[in-house]
Structures are given as C-alpha cells and as structure tokens.
C-alpha cells in the first residue's frame, strides 16, 4: 500500500494540474460550439485528429524508450542527451519534409484556400515533439512540480489567447478600433491553431534550463533505443488510428456530403464531454508509466499491479457514473446545437475506460521487452476500426463511430489480458473487477429506466445511486482502504 500512496501522490500531482488546466482548456469548447458552426468545429477536429496522428511519427516512441532505458546500468545523462539529440535532430527532417508537401496536403484535405492551416500544423507539431522529451526527463525525476507549473503555463496561455483573438479583438473591432495587422477577421478558425502555437512557443522557452545537452552522442545506445522504440512507434500509430481515424472517416463515409462536417462536428463535441474520463486516464499515465517501470525490480511488483488495476477501474467507474447520472447539467457543457449527440457520451466514456485499462494491461510487453506485440494488438485494434466504421459510419452516422471505438478496446484488452498472462502472469483480481463493472452498469441503466423528469427528485435518486455504489466499494475494499488510512 506504501507503494500505492506513491503513485497516488504523484497521480494527485499531476492530476490536479491537469485536470484544473485542461478542465480550463476544455471550456473553449463551449466558446467554439457556441462561435463556430458544427461545420467550422469540424475543421477544428478533423486537423486534430490529423496532428494526433503526426505526432506519434514525430516522436516515435523515444519517451517510453528514455524510460526504459534510464533503468539499465547507464546515467541518466547519457540516455537523456540522445535521446534529446535525436529528437533534435529527427524534428529538423520533419519540418523539411512535411514543408515540401503541404502543397500536396492542401490539395488532397481540401484545405486549398486554407493552407495556412497546415503551416500552423505543423509548427505545432514541431514544437510538442521538440518538448516531449524534456517533459519526460521532469517525470522521470520526479519534478512534478515544475513539469506542473509548465504545463498549466502552455494552457493558461492558449486559453487567454484563444479569448483575446476569439472574443476581445472582435469586440475591439465591433466598437469601431482599427487592429492593422494584429488581426484578420479572415482566419476565423485559424486563431485556435495561433493560440496552440503560441503557447507552445512559450513552453519551449520555460523549458530551456532543463536543455541539458552534452555534445556526445551515443550512437550504440541511440541504436538500441531505436530498436526498442519503433515497434511502439507502430503500436503507437495503429493505436491512434483506434483513438482518432473515426474522426477523419466521418468526413468521407457519410453518404450525405452536405452533412458530413455537421455530423463530424457534433461527434467532436460529444467526444469532449468524456474530458473527466479521459483526464484521469491521461493523469494516471503520466505517474504510472514512470512508476511501474521504477517498481519493476520489486519482488511483490505482479501483486502491486493487479491492485493499481483494480482501485483503477473502481475510480473509472465512478466517473462514468457521475457523468452520466448528472449528464442533464453536463450537457451545458457544449452548444444546444450539438446535444442531439448526448446518447453516444456513455458509449464513449465506456470506450475511454477500457483504453485505461488496455494501458494498464501494457506493462507486461514492455517489461518484457516484447514491444512487438504493443504493435500486434494496436494493429488489431486498427484493423478492427477500419472495418467497423467502414461498415458502421454509412449505416449509423457518427454512433457507428462511438460503438466501434467501444468494440475495438474492450478486445484490444481482453487480448491483451490473456497474452500477458503467458510472458507476464498478474493474477488481477477478474471477478471483482466484472462485479463493479455490472453494479455500475445497471445503476446506470436504472436511472434510464426510470427516466425522472422533475429535476429536485431526479438529483436526489441518482445521488442516492452514486452513494450506494461508493458505499458498495467501501464494504468490499474496507480493509486496504484502512490499510491505506493507516
């Protein structure tokens, strides 16, 4: 349990930054649903969805392989300057070669008369791969602090910028102020890209001091982290497929074209409303990884893994009740033109949760150095998303989206349970993990069933809901939660 209150104190580090920070940064998206039409959010998330995809190339694995690296009998300074260097290095072909083929790209998204976007793009992209790898070296050390106060800095920054060009400029403009070349009422959308990169601009700055490159470059060593982080890049990419091919899909599979944006832009908004799931599995990830690579060595680590995986799920699980128990205030959240997507918000928390439980489930082929299989079950997952929305998406609109996310990761896991049991056995507690699944699910699908209308009565039942399932925890847990306490 000691082991445990660790990374729950680092979880807490990084979750409450994060989870205040982008709680923050998720507000613009009820500025953007209530500015933009569900077209123009569209663009917004179909080149996100793109950027997602272009990042795990421009960083192909080198944080996980930093790492895994930093635990074998080899300073942490070497492993860190080339690991910088590469990056350095790779970053600077990137923005070359993707330079040379915007032109293309324009022309092939449709973005002709919008190529300043990709430009925007690929800055963007540039300056998160060139931080990727000092923002892992702050983990790895355990400076969560600072890699805290960075972080929050970036969104607070993209947050006020996005309200300065968003809302003030136009104000200024409104009342008759002439802003010459500071803004161009012209880039509309364009200013959400403008913001990012700004503020990762920023971040690079705040980050210089931990620049720490030495000019050796260990070519034998940057081989072997090679080696071991491609197959990841591979994973790393089908899996993103997985997370966000369905948003670039939607654009092309739905039989009216007229609709595709709209409807693309209505399932980007509900997406976001999964933001709590999706923060405490970002927040866990980035205590977690570091963590159980550091608790890899201990001789009870199996046994340490399969209670993270439990108190894991127990607290996913009590997100998704509270989001869709209160989902009737939640949906506030984003513009009325975009709530008739709220009956996909629990599909894809479900999805989001079985994501977390897929990363927990990872750390038996990177311990075991077996990273091939990360890109097996991701290709599998890809291969999975591919088809099903191919299928799903003409048939359903963007619900053949969320119910093929859902499909893909609840077997990406439950292969991926049965593989690590053969290289790495963790004897997770299955049966108490399918009982709070159910219990949760059918308070879930009680409170459909009653369906209360009168507001007062309808917060009282499904309050009551939620604490007889935390009090159901409570009876079962009891004894590691005063272990715990003590």
Not at 18 to 24: A, C, D, E, K, Y
Not at 195 to 206: C, E, G, M, P, Q
Not at 440 to 455: D, E, S, T, Y
Request: aromatic share 20%.
């Amino acid at each position: 349990m000691g082991a445990i209150k660790s990374l729950i104190g680092q979880t807490a580090i990084y979750g409450i930054s994060s989870i205040v920070g982008r709680f923050l940064n998720y507000l613009l998206v009820p500025l953007y649903t209530n500015i933009f039409s569900p077209s123009e959010y569209g663009i917004i998330t179909e080149l996100y969805a793109y950027s997602s995809f272009l990042l795990i190339i421009f960083t192909y694995g080198m944080e996980t392989a930093f790492f895994r690296f930093v635990q074998d009998d080899v300073t942490t300074q070497k492993v860190y300057s080339t690991s910088l260097w590469a990056m350095l290095g790779s970053s600077f072909f990137f923005l070359i070669f993707f330079s040379l083929l915007i032109p293309f790209f324009s022309n092939l998204l449709h973005y002709e008369k919008q190529t300043y976007l990709l430009w925007l793009l690929l800055l963007i992209l540039i300056s998160d791969s060139l931080a990727a790898i000092p923002f892992a070296y702050l983990r790895q050390q355990n400076k969560a602090w600072v890699f805290v106060f960075i972080r929050t800095t970036n969104i607070i920054i993209n947050i006020v910028s996005n309200l300065v060009f968003l809302l003030w400029f136009p104000y200024l403009i409104n009342k008759g102020y002439s802003l010459g070349v500071f803004y161009n009422q012209q880039l509309g959308v364009g200013y959400v890209f403008v913001s990012n990169l700004i503020a990762n601009v920023i971040t690079l700055f705040l980050l210089l001091p931990f620049l720490k490159l030495s000019p050796s470059f260990d070519m034998t060593l940057f081989k072997k982290m090679l080696h071991y982080s491609l197959p990841l890049l591979f994973a790393g990419l089908a899996g993103m497929i997985n997370e966000t091919f369905d948003r670039i899909l939607i654009k092309y599979l739905i039989p009216d074209k007229n609709k595709a944006m709209y409807q693309l832009g209505i399932y980007g908004a509900n997406y976001k409303i999964s933001i709590l799931m999706t923060l405490f599995i970002q927040t866990f990830r980035f205590a977690a990884e570091p963590f159980f690579f550091n608790q890899s060595k201990e001789k009870n680590a199996p046994e340490l893994y399969a209670r993270v995986m439990k108190y894991f799920i127990i607290f996913g699980l009590v997100i998704f009740l509270s989001v869709m128990l209160f989902i009737h205030y939640i949906q506030f959240f984003i513009g009325k033109e975009f709530r008739e997507g709220l009956f996909i918000v629990p599909i894809l928390l479900l999805a989001n949760l079985f994501l977390g439980i897929f990363f927990n489930l990872s750390i038996w082929y990177k311990l075991t150095n077996k990273t091939q299989f990360g890109a097996y079950l991701t290709g599998m997952g890809a291969a999975i998303t591919i088809v099903l929305n191919t299928i799903l998406i003409p048939l359903m609109g963007y619900a053949g989206a969320a119910w093929t996310t859902l499909i893909c990761y609840t077997t990406m896991t439950v292969i991926s349970y049965f593989w690590g049991q053969k290289y790495y056995p963790v004897q997770y507690p299955i049966f108490s993990i399918a009982f709070y699944l159910m219990t949760a699910l059918a308070f879930f699908f009680v409170a459909q069933w009653l369906n209360i209308q009168q507001v007062t009565l309808k917060n009282i039942t499904h309050i009551i809901l939620l604490l007889l399932f935390l009090g159901i925890v409570f009876l079962k847990e009891k004894n590691d939660l005063k272990a715990f306490l003590s």
